[in-house]
């Protein structure tokens, strides 16, 4: 069975940081593009990351540049995402994502979910004092 899994959500301070990891199984990550989505109550899922297959291509939402860092090794079948400096602006339900794709950049396709084939079952983030 095909599926990802991500770990390291939680409880943090305003200021603190958090990383967050998606592994991969049933499946190698080697051809896949990886984006993370967030979603907070009541407000729809929305593109915080993205990588390509080989790591050479990464884009972040404007609310996250300079805080966020997206990582892989696919070595390990596994994606991170580094994040630093939360704010409670940051709290919500955080998925990884995996879509079939060359080594090229995958450009704004990236930032559209329905573009992913896996999704994981999402991580909470929570930032407050």
């Known amino acids: 069975q095909s599926r990802l899994v991500e770990s390291g959500g939680g409880l943090v301070q305003p200021g603190g940081s958090l990383r967050l990891s998606c592994v991969a199984s049933g499946f190698s990550l080697d051809h896949y593009a990886i984006g993370w989505f967030r979603q907070a109550p009541g407000k729809e899922r929305e593109g915080v990351s993205s990588i390509n297959s080989r790591g050479g291509s990464i884009n972040y939402a404007d609310s996250v540049k300079g805080r966020f860092t997206i990582s892989r090794d696919n070595a390990k079948n596994t994606a991170y995402l580094q994040m630093n400096s939360l704010k409670p602006e940051d709290t919500a339900v955080y998925y990884c994502?995996?879509?079939?794709?060359?080594?090229?950049?995958?450009?704004?396709?990236?930032?559209?979910?329905?573009?992913?084939?896996?999704w994981g079952q999402g991580t909470q983030v929570a930032v407050s004092s």
């Open positions: 994502a995996a879509g079939l794709s060359g080594p090229a950049a995958i450009g704004p396709v990236g930032w559209d979910p329905s573009w992913y084939d896996y």
